[in-house]
T-cell receptor, first 114, second 116 residues
């Protein structure tokens, strides 16, 4: 596609429920990233996928968070047993080269846990 | 320790004023990249500039200019003759060679309000 597409744009869920957030990167981009932006905060790195390599999961805050990328394209970030502190905007980005060229970000999914 | 510090949480200026957004970074790498991103109210982050650690030449793009000084570990961003459309949150970011440039460290952002 023309840009990085994320869905849903907004998600309200009850505490304890599982949620899935989807990211569709720019076609041909081999690198995909998930970041989290809490209210009034900067961006917190979560996970990085590059081609067929093992993902860098070093930023995932707990084992309730997981992500996968199928067929080197679409990625799903799953949060199990959501907590109120998970409320944030989850941003996905993709890159065609090594990331020093800069990412292209999606518009994000605003997750609210009530 | 914060790798990227944006000490200015929020700045308000009147249209046509010049404004400088500060960014101070910390790294042990000699090879790294610095970035600025703009996040307008719509939420999508927009790439503005990339600068590598070996290039300290200042850059100007229209009303935007960037001052990179390794001696002070700073990468400041100046908007000349600000406009209402410049209102956004601006993020400075760092990527390092020892992480394969794969992980960006973002500052906490500076919210710029430009009033008419």
């Amino acid at each position: 596609g023309a840009g990085v597409s994320q869905s849903p744009s907004n998600k309200v869920t009850e505490k304890g429920k599982d949620v899935e957030l989807r990211c569709d990167p720019i076609s041909g981009h081999t690198a995909l990233y998930w970041y989290r932006q809490s209210l009034g905060q900067g961006l917190e790195f979560l996970i990085y996928f590059q081609g067929n390599s093992a993902p860098d999961k070093s930023g995932l805050p707990s084992d309730r968070f997981s992500a996968e990328r199928t067929g080197g394209s679409v990625s799903t970030l799953t949060i199990q047993r959501t907590q109120q502190e998970d409320s944030a905007v989850y941003l996905c980005a993709s890159s065609s080269h090594t990331p020093n060229y800069g990412y292209t970000f999606g518009s994000g999914t605003r997750l609210t846990v009530v | 320790a914060q790798k990227v510090t944006q000490a200015q949480t929020e700045i308000s200026v009147v249209e046509k004023e010049d404004v400088t957004l500060d960014c101070v970074y910390e790294t042990r790498d000699t090879t790294y990249y610095l970035f600025w991103y703009k996040q307008p109210p719509s939420g999508e982050l927009v790439f503005l500039i990339r600068r590598n650690s070996f290039d300290e030449q200042n850059e100007i793009s229209g009303r935007y200019s960037w001052n990179f000084q390794k001696s002070t570990s700073s990468f400041n961003f100046t908007i000349t003759a600000s406009q209402v459309v410049d209102s956004a949150v601006y993020f400075c970011a760092l990527s390092e060679a020892n992480r394969g440039f794969n992980k960006f460290y973002f500052g906490s952002g500076t919210k710029l309000n430009v009033k008419p």
